[in-house]
């Protein structure tokens, strides 16, 4: 007996979503009826759910076939990855030549200077084997 009143309160529920209601637009000073929709809550819910996933539609679209993509982090196309890839490996092989030269002249004004140092350590060059030439 019980499952039979759940059968029918489930019953009861989706006889719900297709009772018909009267929804009516009136002007608010004449009371005429501007227009008139005969609604259930499964056509209400049907156009709810289509609405919504026609404007995630046209955002997806907008955003994948507009210039707009290139606002989101990580998108790009191949050729613009590798020549970021190109400018950052000689951002770097500039900013090493610049240390590089830079230490240079701070040596060759120490030297100019006087202010040598003098390298008392012993530079212990291994012997090479010519044998196996």
Do not use: C, W
């Amino acid at each position: 007996m019980a499952s039979d009143d759940r059968n029918k309160g489930g019953g009861r529920n989706l006889d719900r979503l297709n009772h018909k209601y009267r929804l009516v637009i009136m002007n608010d000073d004449t009371y005429e009826e501007v227009t008139a929709f005969r609604l259930s809550r499964m056509s209400v819910y049907v156009a709810l759910s289509t609405l919504f996933v026609l404007l995630v539609a046209i955002t997806v679209a907008t955003v994948v076939f507009t210039p707009l993509r290139y606002y989101i982090p990580g998108y790009g196309d191949l050729k613009q990855r590798k020549e970021f890839m190109q400018l950052r490996m000689k951002a770097d092989s500039l900013e090493r030549a610049i240390s590089t030269r830079d230490r240079y002249l701070d040596n060759l004004k120490n030297v100019i200077g006087g202010n040598i140092q003098l390298d008392t350590n012993m530079l212990k060059v291994p012997k090479v084997d010519n044998s196996t030439y």
